[in-house]
Structure formats: structure tokens, C-alpha cells
């Protein structure tokens, strides 16, 4: 089983962006140690508690500091830019670092409809509707396959003569599902985001399926909130930061704080189904749960999402999942320190 990472950049009570910009590098670097083949960044606007706004950005900060790792996207939230300006960012990174750079892309806005509005182009931007056009258009701009009916068929993008990224489709619906299907790209289901339908997007990706010059078979990969502890006790108390977080609006709470916080019976409901459709627990817990998590969604590929308020937990946590699955350690690496 391939594991990768999604990280969101979280920003702890009393710590700054700052540092944690500077704690997703060294993530990167310690899980590429342990052996996990991809390092995604998510695209997140609006929010006090995540510093991942611009992942293209940090994808080249990432890149820099590793050398072997898959760094990429998850993703880039495609409907507020300009397809040309994407493949033009993405070709260049791939240029950087050729070899390494995967560009995930989505339909969801990152963020409330408030932020959405202030990212639009303005007046005439294009409608969700457009959205698989927009996916079309950059896997041609970046492989330089431009229909001629296309009247943007002159347009080729630059720098001239790079590598292609690896181009994944992201979602957590069955649009996004037909939508990679269609177009003949990986998928990729957020299971953290919705833990109901994804055996259906899955089935629904296969069915439309399309081989494609950039994929010649499906491939599907499964985003999973993920928590591993020495016992399952201290997991599921690791836990309450990220859901308090939900609630409060801000940065990733103490676990002392996230457990005196005042849930309302809806919210302590909706923690209990989250948890349900989580990975948290003990390294054989996990191990259980993510392979059950891959059978049902016939996946490929895991990519775990982890969120404590100390950093030191976050990287004992990939530790001890990659050691419960026997991943191969990269040679010459050597995982960050586990300290704050």
C-alpha cells in the first residue's frame, strides 16, 4: 500500500504562520525518511487556523528541502484561476524539480462564499459548469495538446519544453468522480470530507473512465483523517483538537482546551460519526482501519491527513504508521526531530 500526506499547514493556539509553513517542510522531510511517496498541500482561504493559501508556493518551499518525495497539490482549487496561469506555474515547478511534482486540482471554493466572491475575476468569470473545460484545457496546456478548434490553439505554454506534472482530479462528490473519468486522470476522494458516497464516486470514476494519453488505467487514491498514538486512548484525546477547531473558528486548540470547550449535542453527534470514519487509534488500530478504508474504496493509494496541536505528535503519528505498515525508509534521509 503507497501512503502519502495531505497537509494543511495547521497553525497552533499561540504559534504563528510562520512557523507553520516552517513545520510543513520539516514534515516533509521526516516522512520522506519514513518512506511515504507523496507530500501534498492543500488550498485553504479565510481561515485563522490553516496557513495553506497558496500551495504553489509552498510546494517549491517543500520541494527545495527534500529530494526524493512526490510534492505536490491537494489541491489546487482550479475554478478561481485562470487554466493557462496553473499550467504555467506547474510546468515551472516541474522544471525545478523534474520528476517530483504532482498538480492535484478542485472544484470546491477552499473557503466561504464570501472569500469566493473576493478570488473571482470579476464580472463573466466562468461557472462551476465550465469546470471539466478548465480541467481539459490545462492537462493540454501542459502536455502541449491544444486542439486546433481550441481558441486558445496558438497559446503554448511556458517555460517551453519542461515535463509534464502529474495531473490528479480532486473531490469528495460524484461530479468530481465523472469529471476524472471522463478526462482519463488519477482520482482522488476525500474521505475526510465525505465518508458516505465514495464507494459510489469510485464506482461512478471507473465506469466513465476514459484511458488517456496521461493515464492509460484508473488509479484512485483515498484522503483519510488519520491519528496513530501509542494506545488508542491518547489517539482519540489527540483527536479533540482537530474537531474543537471546527467549532471554535480558529487556530488548533490544546487538547486541555478542545476538552473544556462546551460542544452542543449536535456538535458532540457529529464528532462521533467523524471519528467513526477516521484512522485513530493504536498502530495495529490504524493499520486495521486503513486497509479496511482501501478494500471498500478499492484504492490505490492512502493519503493521510493528520492535525494535532503539537507538532511532535503529528510526526509520531506518521512514524508509527509507516513503521505498522513497513514502509522503506529512503535512503540517505533522516526524519525531523520530534520536538516543538
Given at each position: 500500500?503507497?501512503?502519502g500526506?495531505?497537509?494543511q499547514?495547521?497553525?497552533r493556539?499561540?504559534?504563528?504562520?510562520?512557523?507553520?509553513?516552517?513545520?510543513s517542510?520539516?514534515?516533509?522531510?521526516?516522512?520522506?525518511?519514513?518512506?511515504?511517496?507523496?507530500?501534498?498541500?492543500?488550498?485553504?482561504?479565510?481561515?485563522?487556523?490553516?496557513?495553506?493559501?497558496?500551495?504553489?508556493?509552498?510546494?517549491?518551499?517543500v520541494?527545495?528541502?527534500?529530494?526524493?518525495?512526490?510534492?505536490?497539490?491537494?489541491?489546487?482549487?482550479?475554478t478561481?484561476?485562470a487554466?493557462?496561469k496553473?499550467?504555467?506555474?506547474?510546468?515551472t515547478?516541474?522544471?525545478?524539480?523534474?520528476?517530483?511534482?504532482?498538480?492535484?486540482?478542485?472544484?470546491?471554493?477552499?473557503?466561504?462564499?464570501?472569500?469566493?466572491?473576493?478570488?473571482?475575476?470579476?464580472?463573466?468569470a466562468?461557472?462551476?459548469?465550465?469546470y471539466?473545460?478548465?480541467?481539459?484545457?490545462?492537462?493540454?496546456?501542459?502536455?502541449?495538446?491544444?486542439?486546433?478548434?481550441?481558441?486558445?490553439?496558438?497559446?503554448?505554454?511556458?517555460?517551453?519544453?519542461?515535463?509534464?506534472?502529474?495531473?490528479?482530479?480532486?473531490?469528495?462528490s460524484?461530479?468530481s468522480?465523472?469529471?476524472?473519468?471522463?478526462?482519463?486522470?488519477?482520482?482522488?476522494?476525500?474521505?475526510?470530507?465525505?465518508?458516505?458516497?465514495?464507494?459510489?464516486?469510485?464506482?461512478?470514476?471507473?465506469?466513465?473512465?476514459?484511458?488517456?494519453?496521461?493515464?492509460?488505467?484508473?488509479?484512485?487514491?483515498?484522503?483519510?483523517?488519520?491519528?496513530?498514538?501509542?494506545?488508542?486512548?491518547?489517539?482519540?484525546?489527540l483527536?479533540?483538537?482537530?474537531?474543537?477547531?471546527?467549532?471554535?473558528?480558529?487556530?488548533?486548540?490544546?487538547?486541555e482546551?478542545?476538552?473544556?470547550?462546551?460542544?452542543?449535542?449536535?456538535?458532540?453527534d457529529f464528532?462521533?460519526?467523524?471519528?467513526?470514519?477516521?484512522?485513530?487509534?493504536?498502530?495495529?488500530?490504524?493499520?486495521?482501519?486503513?486497509?479496511?478504508?482501501a478494500?471498500?474504496?478499492?484504492?490505490d493509494?492512502?493519503?493521510?491527513l493528520?492535525?494535532?496541536?503539537?507538532?511532535?505528535?503529528?510526526?509520531?503519528?506518521y512514524?508509527?504508521?509507516?513503521?505498522?505498515?513497513g514502509?522503506?525508509a529512503?535512503?540517505?534521509?533522516?526524519?525531523a526531530?520530534?520536538?516543538?
Amino acid at each position: 500500500m503507497r501512503l502519502g500526506v495531505l497537509d494543511q499547514s495547521p497553525i497552533r493556539e499561540g504559534g504563528t504562520a510562520a512557523q507553520a509553513l516552517a513545520e510543513s517542510a520539516r514534515l516533509a522531510q521526516h516522512v520522506e525518511a519514513l518512506g511515504y511517496a507523496r507530500f501534498w498541500i492543500a488550498e485553504h482561504h479565510g481561515t485563522e487556523g490553516l496557513a495553506s493559501a497558496a500551495p504553489e508556493i509552498v510546494i517549491a518551499h517543500v520541494a527545495a528541502q527534500t529530494s526524493t518525495i512526490r510534492v505536490g497539490s491537494g489541491g489546487v482549487m482550479l475554478t478561481h484561476y485562470a487554466a493557462l496561469k496553473v499550467a504555467e506555474q506547474f510546468r515551472t515547478l516541474e522544471t525545478l524539480f523534474p520528476g517530483r511534482i504532482d498538480l492535484g486540482v478542485g472544484r470546491a471554493p477552499g473557503s466561504n462564499m464570501r472569500y469566493a466572491q473576493a478570488m473571482s475575476h470579476g464580472p463573466g468569470a466562468l461557472p462551476l459548469e465550465a469546470y471539466p473545460q478548465q480541467v481539459d484545457d490545462l492537462v493540454r496546456y501542459l502536455a502541449d495538446a491544444i486542439v486546433p478548434t481550441h481558441p486558445f490553439a496558438d497559446v503554448h505554454v511556458t517555460p517551453a519544453g519542461g515535463a509534464m506534472p502529474e495531473v490528479w482530479c480532486l473531490g469528495s462528490s460524484l461530479d468530481s468522480a465523472h469529471t476524472a473519468g471522463v478526462l482519463g486522470l488519477p482520482f482522488s476522494f476525500a474521505q475526510f470530507i465525505n465518508g458516505e458516497d465514495g464507494p459510489r464516486a469510485i464506482a461512478a470514476y471507473r465506469r466513465a473512465f476514459r484511458p488517456s494519453t496521461w493515464c492509460a488505467e484508473p488509479r484512485v487514491s483515498v484522503g483519510v483523517h488519520t491519528i496513530c498514538a501509542p494506545t488508542e486512548e491518547e489517539a482519540v484525546r489527540l483527536s479533540w483538537s482537530r474537531y474543537c477547531m471546527r467549532f471554535r473558528h480558529g487556530p488548533v486548540p490544546s487538547v486541555e482546551t478542545a476538552l473544556a470547550f462546551e460542544y452542543s449535542q449536535p456538535e458532540r453527534d457529529f464528532i462521533a460519526y467523524a471519528r467513526s470514519r477516521a484512522a485513530i487509534g493504536d498502530p495495529p488500530g490504524v493499520r486495521t482501519r486503513l486497509e479496511a478504508i482501501a478494500e471498500e474504496f478499492t484504492a490505490d493509494e492512502l493519503i493521510l491527513l493528520t492535525i494535532t496541536h503539537d507538532f511532535a505528535h503529528r510526526l509520531r503519528s506518521y512514524t508509527l504508521v509507516a513503521a505498522a505498515f513497513g514502509l522503506d525508509a529512503a535512503p540517505e534521509a533522516r526524519p525531523a526531530a520530534q520536538q516543538d
